[in-house]
């Protein structure tokens, strides 16, 4: 089992950055695949990013590549989400989540969510 707690949401302009945290309870954070997904309202729950146990491979949704960089600190028990340029088109409640399989990419893949983190960008 393992709890997932967000932060790092806001409010930003267009073009601006934020870096999300997602911090893991329990002592085998290591064991996980972690992913970044969001969920704007009126909207399905939509694959972000994803990293593997060990952070040496990732995944990222067409719409984020060149822009987000998700990687992880296996002795914090955190992984991170760095938003760069970011789009008003990129407003959403952003969630992390964790698997055991290697590199999930959809939201059924996962077993362990967190409660996510509200992530605002004006124009």
């Known amino acids: 089992q393992v709890q997932l707690v967000e932060s790092g949401g806001g409010l930003v302009q267009a073009g601006g950055s934020l870096r999300l945290s997602c911090a893991a309870s329990?002592?085998?954070?290591?064991?996980?695949?972690m992913g970044w997904f969001r969920q704007a309202p009126g909207e399905e729950r939509a694959f972000v990013a994803a990293?593997?146990?060990?952070?040496?491979?990732?995944a990222y949704a067409d719409s984020v590549k060149g822009r987000f960089t998700i990687s992880r600190d296996n002795a914090k028990n955190t992984v991170y989400l760095q938003m760069n340029s970011l789009k008003p088109e990129d407003t959403a409640v952003y969630y992390c989540a964790a698997d055991s399989g290697r590199l999930p990419t959809a939201p059924n893949e996962y077993d362990y969510w967190g409660q996510g983190t509200q992530v605002t960008v004006s124009s």
């Open positions: 329990g002592r085998t954070f290591s064991s996980y695949a």
């Open positions: 990293i593997t146990r060990r952070g040496f491979n990732t």
